[in-house]
């Protein structure tokens, strides 16, 4: 008779096991993340215009700062310094985690912010209070119902350029950047209704 340690069933659930277990290493989101479908090119937002964003949200040091595709962290970064606010950027490019890394550690605020290299569609943003976007018109509208079914009502998404498909914001602003080009920004608050 066969004890229950080497039955088939023991050796496919230890089987299972070991693969949840890989799957959940750092390694394998890095893998998941690199192979991720690209929601914009790496354009950095003007700083000017970040802090516009951050303004038009409203952040203060209660907020917890999301930016998917977090480029070189300036947006959670300038939150941090400006407002105290904790902030997580995520990026599926190695290089703009570790600029942002390193940008963090630079202006001494790597207590207050993480970044994750990870695929923007597969992130948990349920702790965040507000999330920035400067991405695409087609990529907003893909994490519309990602954002609308984890986000607590009365978050702030802010998005640089582009809208979320028939979602109207609350408020859009216009105004020209340092160099003379205008510049849209976009804020929606999140009532509780998931938005497909
Ligand atoms: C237009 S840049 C914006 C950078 C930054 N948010 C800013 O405003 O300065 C878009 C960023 O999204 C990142 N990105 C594109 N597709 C992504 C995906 N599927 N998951 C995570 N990041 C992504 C790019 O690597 C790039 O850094």
Same mark, same amino acid.
């Given at each position: 008779? @066969?004890?229950?340690?080497?039955?088939?069933?023991?050796? &496919?659930?230890?089987?299972?096991? $070991?693969?949840?277990?890989?799957?959940?290493?750092?390694?394998?989101?890095? #893998?998941?993340?690199? !192979?991720?479908?690209?929601?914009?090119?790496?354009?950095?937002?003007? @700083?000017?215009?970040?802090?516009?964003?951050?303004?038009?949200?409203?952040?203060?040091?209660?907020?917890?700062?999301?930016?998917?595709?977090?480029?070189?962290?300036? %947006?959670?970064?300038?939150?941090?310094?400006?407002?105290?606010?904790?902030? #997580? /950027?995520?990026?599926?490019?190695?290089?703009?985690? +570790?600029? +942002?890394?390193?940008?963090?550690? $630079?202006? /001494?605020?790597?207590?207050?912010? &993480? =970044?994750?290299? @990870? !695929?923007?569609?597969?992130?948990?943003?349920?702790?965040? &209070?507000? #999330?920035? $976007?400067? $991405?695409?018109?087609?990529?907003?509208?893909?994490?519309?119902? %990602?954002?609308?079914? @984890?986000?607590?009502?009365?978050?702030? %998404?802010?998005?640089? +350029? =582009?809208?979320?498909?028939?979602?109207?914001?609350?408020?859009?602003?216009?105004?020209?950047?340092?160099?003379?080009?205008?510049?849209?920004?976009?804020?929606?608050?999140?009532? /509780?209704?998931?938005?497909?």
């Amino acid at each position: 008779m @066969q004890s229950p340690a080497t039955s088939p069933a023991a050796w &496919t659930a230890a089987a299972v096991l $070991l693969a949840l277990v890989l799957l959940a290493q750092p390694s394998f989101n890095l #893998v998941a993340a690199q !192979d991720a479908e690209s929601l914009a090119p790496y354009v950095p937002t003007p @700083q000017e215009v970040v802090n516009r964003m951050l303004e038009l949200a409203e952040v203060t040091s209660d907020d917890v700062v999301y930016d998917l595709g977090c480029g070189d962290g300036r %947006i959670v970064i300038t939150a941090a310094l400006r407002y105290g606010a904790r902030g #997580v /950027g995520i990026d599926f490019d190695p290089e703009r985690i +570790a600029e +942002a890394n390193a940008n963090a550690e $630079l202006q /001494g605020v790597e207590d207050l912010v &993480t =970044f994750i290299q @990870q !695929d923007a569609m597969t992130a948990d943003v349920s702790d965040a &209070t507000v #999330v920035t $976007l400067y $991405l695409l018109s087609s990529s907003n509208r893909k994490l519309r119902p %990602i954002l609308t079914r @984890q986000l607590a009502p009365g978050s702030r %998404i802010v998005s640089h +350029a =582009f809208r979320m498909g028939d979602w109207d914001p609350e408020e859009t602003v216009n105004f020209p950047d340092d160099r003379g080009n205008m510049r849209t920004l976009h804020l929606w608050r999140t009532d /509780g209704r998931v938005r497909p």
